[in-house]
C-alpha cells in the first residue's frame, strides 16, 4: 500500500505529508537517516540558534573554485551574529568525511581513520620488502647450486646476457603463473565481496591487473638481477675447480 501523499504525525508537531520513499541506505555510507526534512519548516527557535549542530551543511562549489579559500573566509563567520562564540566553521570534501573525520571528532557514521591506511601500508611495504629479500636468497641459492652449469656454459662461448637471462626467466616464469592465477581470483573476490556493501564502487579494469603484472616482473626482475649478474661474471676457471 502506497504511502504517498498521506500524513505523519512526529510528537507535537505539525503534520507533513510524505513526499517519497526511497531504498535503505547502505550501511557503509555516512548519510544515515530516518526521514529527510525541509529546512524551511523547522522551528525557528532552532533555526535561529547558531550554535545548533544537529545537523550538517552540504553546499556545492564551483569545480574550479578552492575549498580551503572558501573554508578560511566561513571561518570566523559565526563572530558575526554571536560575537562572544569561539567555534569556527570548516569545509571538508565528501570524498574525505571516510577518512579523515576522526580527528575532528564528529559523529559520523562507519567513519574510517587514515591513520589505519597508513598502517597497513607501510606492513604492505615491509612484506614486499621481506619477498624481495626472499627472492635474492633464492636466486643466491639457485645460480650456487647451478655454478658449475654456468662455468661451463662460459667456457663453451655463453654471453654473460644469456647467461643473466637463463638465471631470472625462472622467477619471471613462476611470477607470472602466480598473476595468472590471481587475475581471476582477485577479480571475483573483489567484485562480489570486497565492494559489495559500498554505497560507491571503484571500476575494476583490466589495467589494474595489467599494471600490478608489470610491476611484480619488474620488482621480480630487478631483484634477481644482481646475482644473476654476480653469477655471470664469476670467473669459470674458478668455479670448475672448486666445483
Not at 14 to 31: E, M, R, T
Amino acid at each position: 500500500m502506497s504511502q504517498l501523499e498521506k500524513p505523519l504525525k512526529s510528537g507535537n508537531q505539525p503534520d507533513v505529508i510524505v513526499a517519497g520513499v526511497i531504498k535503505n541506505i547502505p550501511d557503509i555510507s555516512h548519510l544515515q537517516f530516518n526521514f529527510l526534512f525541509p529546512y524551511r519548516d523547522l522551528d525557528e527557535v532552532l533555526r535561529a540558534d547558531w550554535h545548533n549542530t544537529m545537523y550538517y551543511t552540504y553546499i556545492l562549489l564551483n569545480k574550479k573554485t578552492n575549498y580551503n579559500y572558501v573554508s578560511e573566509k566561513i571561518s570566523d563567520y559565526l563572530k558575526t551574529p554571536t560575537p562572544e562564540s569561539t567555534s569556527s566553521l570548516y569545509l571538508q570534501p565528501l570524498k574525505k568525511i571516510h577518512l579523515y573525520s576522526t580527528p575532528l571528532r564528529l559523529p559520523v557514521a562507519t567513519a574510517g581513520n587514515i591513520l589505519y591506511v597508513n598502517i597497513f601500508t607501510i606492513l604492505a611495504l615491509f612484506i614486499l620488502f621481506i619477498a624481495c629479500i626472499n627472492f635474492v636468497n633464492l636466486t643466491t641459492a639457485r645460480s650456487g647450486n647451478r655454478a658449475k652449469e654456468i662455468g661451463i656454459r662460459k667456457v663453451l662461448g655463453a654471453s654473460i646476457s644469456g647467461i643473466i637471462s637463463l638465471l631470472s626467466k625462472e622467477f619471471v616464469k613462476w611470477v607470472a603463473i602466480a598473476n595468472l592465477i590471481a587475475w581471476p581470483v582477485g577479480y571475483f573476490l573483489v567484485k562480489n565481496y570486497f565492494l559489495q556493501n559500498y554505497a560507491c564502487k571503484t571500476k575494476i579494469g583490466l589495467e589494474i591487473f595489467i599494471f600490478s603484472t608489470l610491476g611484480s616482473l619488474l620488482i621480480a626482475i630487478f631483484t634477481v638481477s644482481y646475482q644473476s649478474i654476480k653469477a655471470s661474471l664469476a670467473n669459470p676457471v674458478k668455479t670448475l675447480k672448486y666445483e
